[in-house]
């Protein structure tokens, strides 16, 4: 990754003093899922985080970090948001929202700082694989700092 250009996640972690690593994988233009991502990485998935978004019916966002083979349960992270039910964003609205394209959408550098919140099997964890904010591109950071800079709290989020 040498001379490559850094994203905006990579500056905004620098910048914070956040201890982090680029890791490139074939992101199949968006298509590929998480734990394909992990098995690529060669990791397990428990350790490589998707960033799913999610509105009310008020079309209020809130987003939740989950690992690559747990699966969101939305009465939980309904919960955690404190609202009465949430959907999935649908895919058209996410680059509006976000700024970010599906495939590469990260917690971090978000168009506009939305709710978020991680799982809280990060917790446990020396460093986490998030995605660095484009298609092909994630990056480990221990979940603690990478928390505090979002800022997110670790609430329980899978089934």
Do not use: W
Request: aromatic share 6%.
């Amino acid at each position: 990754m040498k001379g490559a250009r850094k994203t905006n996640v990579e500056r905004i972690l620098e910048a914070a003093g956040v201890p982090h690593a680029p890791h490139a994988f074939d992101g199949r233009g968006g298509q590929a899922e998480a734990g394909e991502i992990a098995a690529q990485l060669g990791l397990p998935p428990h350790v490589v985080f998707k960033t799913l978004v999610t509105e009310t019916e008020r079309h209020e966002p809130y987003v939740f970090v989950i690992p690559a083979d747990g699966r969101l349960d939305l009465k939980k992270a309904a919960k955690a948001a404190g609202v009465k039910a949430l959907a999935m964003l649908p895919l058209a609205k996410l680059f509006p929202l976000t700024g970010y394209r599906h495939g590469g959408c990260s917690p971090l550098g978000m168009k506009r700082r939305l709710p978020t919140f991680i799982d809280a099997s990060a917790e446990a964890l020396p460093e986490i694989y998030v995605s660095a904010g484009q298609i092909g591109l994630n990056v480990s950071v221990p979940p603690h700092p990478l928390a505090a800079l979002i800022p997110a709290p670790f609430v329980p989020l899978t089934q």
